[in-house]
């Protein structure tokens, strides 16, 4: 498997640009996830999905950010509009999650949003 | 509020020793501990897990520690290699998903 993919690597837009972050998750995971990592704040859940369905959004930071997962193999993270403070790295990560937890996750590369 | 500490930004030790980084928690009650490696660019690693009801688990030279009565997590390296520099994370897992310490920057010189 070619493991979790996440396009594009690196986006550097300009504040108030729509932005739009794709993640593909490894085939047969149930479970999917949106992180941002800051040196400040540390890698923080944004989002998560169970079964394409969005269980738990208290992470997103405000209405700017929105998340859909279409179906099991496709989940995009936007922002509209950017701002600086948005610069981050942003992780998706997928796993197989069971009834009870204890479920390891798989990390794409991420992408390096860049606001300027 | 729920917190997670990671004993130290940053962990210099020499190649041969063995690598102690800890993880302590405070308002929480976690069922399962996680580790991972992430190193510079990528995205973390899961290294190991551990339950509530387990004291201790190993991997080649990794060993994981879980102290619930003083909430703390021990992660140790056993013959480090300048190839396991990296960062590591510590993350709970408990009513909630995944909630991830702030990380451990380790170099193992030569």
């Known amino acids: 498997d070619a493991g979790v993919i996440q396009s594009p690597r690196h986006e550097v837009t300009e504040m108030g640009q729509e932005v739009t972050l794709r993640c593909k998750p490894i085939?047969?995971?149930?479970?999917l996830f949106w992180y941002r990592q800051t040196m400040m704040r540390g890698l923080e859940l944004l989002i998560y999905?169970?079964?394409?369905?969005?269980?738990?959004d208290s992470g997103m930071p405000e209405d700017r950010f929105s998340a859909k997962m279409p179906n099991a193999s496709f989940s995009t993270l936007k922002i509209q509009p950017s701002e600086p403070r948005d610069s981050a790295v942003y992780f998706c990560?997928?796993?197989?999650?069971?009834?009870?937890?204890?479920?390891?996750?798989?990390f794409g590369p991420g992408t390096r949003l860049t606001v300027t | 509020s729920q917190k997670i500490e990671q004993n130290s930004e940053a962990l210099n030790i020499q190649e041969g020793k063995t690598a102690t980084l800890t993880c302590n928690y405070t308002?929480?009650?976690?069922?399962?501990l996680q580790w991972y490696r992430q190193d510079p660019g990528r995205g973390p690693v899961f290294l190991l897990l551990?339950?509530?009801?387990?004291k201790e688990k190993r991997k080649e030279r990794l060993k994981v520690t879980f102290d619930t009565t003083l909430k703390q997590s021990l992660f140790h390296i056993t013959a480090s290699q300048p190839a396991d520099s990296a960062t590591y994370l510590c993350?709970?897992?408990?009513?909630?998903?995944?909630?991830f310490g702030k990380g451990t920057r380790l170099s193992v010189i030569a």
């Open positions: 308002n929480y009650s976690p069922a399962y």
């Open positions: 993350a709970l897992e408990g009513n909630t998903p995944l909630v």
């Open positions: 990560a997928s796993s197989l999650k069971g009834t009870s937890g204890g479920y390891e996750q798989y």
């Open positions: 999905f169970n079964n394409n369905v969005p269980i738990d």
């Open positions: 551990i339950r509530e009801n387990e």
């Open positions: 085939s047969g995971h149930n479970s």
